[in-house]
């Protein structure tokens, strides 16, 4: 089955810097690649998500890249603020198949 | 309510008690998940329905026991828990991806349990 891998689990920041969290896969099938953002006491929401025919996709500050051929894939947060401060999760998902999560990164933005 | 509420937010049980988690989605979709979330680990699927037919069940032990009554409406039964089973609990909801659904997944703010 699919398995997921995410560095680092921490990461702390200046405001205003970037952050890069990055994923590996294992089951080349994959096609759908999620990443979610959980706060203190809610459940993960989604923030960013990417098909594997697409290479990279951006929105506002947040942006993703895939390498298909290296199975790997990264989530870009620029200019960051502390309101993103949180644990990020990077998903991805084979065909006909459940969603594999990676274990969380923890995001400090340090104002 | 919108999206995905689940209750209580908080549970504190002993071993040999038996409560139920409830989850409901307001979002018209028909398939519904269990994860157990624990610290430093990846969400841990434990169940899934589509449209109320269990289709996966990854194997979890049988002192959690999932009822799908509606498509709207989903619960985890406990009991006989050991602490090893606390946790953060989170329901989650889709469109049926098998059926050509959309992908995301909506989850709700989970149930924190701890098992004395």
């Known amino acids: 089955g699919e398995n997921v891998e995410q560095h680092p689990s921490t990461l702390s920041v200046q405001e205003g810097d970037s952050a890069v969290i990055k994923c590996t896969y294992s089951d080349s099938a994959s096609n759908y690649f999620p990443w979610y953002k959980q706060e203190l006491g809610k459940g993960p929401q989604l923030i960013i998500d990417i098909r594997s025919n697409v290479g990279e996709k951006k929105d506002q500050r947040i942006a993703v890249t895939l390498n298909k051929t290296a199975k790997h894939f990264s989530l870009h947060i620029t200019e960051t603020q502390p309101e993103d401060s949180a644990v990020y999760f990077c998903a991805a998902r084979p065909p006909n198949n459940d969603m594999r999560f990676g274990a969380g990164t923890r995001l400090t933005v340090k104002p | 309510e919108t999206g995905v509420t689940q209750t209580p937010r908080h549970l504190v049980m002993g071993m040999t008690n038996k409560k139920s988690l409830k989850c409901e989605q307001h979002l018209g979709h028909n398939a519904m998940y269990w994860y157990k979330q624990s610290a430093k680990k990846p969400l841990e699927l434990m169940f899934v329905y589509n449209f109320k037919e269990q289709t996966e069940n990854n194997s979890v032990p049988s002192r959690f026991s999932p009822e799908c009554p509606n498509s709207s409406h989903l619960f985890l039964h406990l009991h006989t828990l050991q602490p090893e089973d606390s946790a953060l609990y989170l329901c989650?909801?889709?469109?049926?991806?098998?059926?050509?659904?959309?992908?995301?997944?909506?989850f709700g703010p989970g149930t924190r349990l701890t098992v004395l």
């Open positions: 989650a909801s889709s469109q049926d991806p098998l059926a050509g659904g959309g992908n995301e997944q909506f």
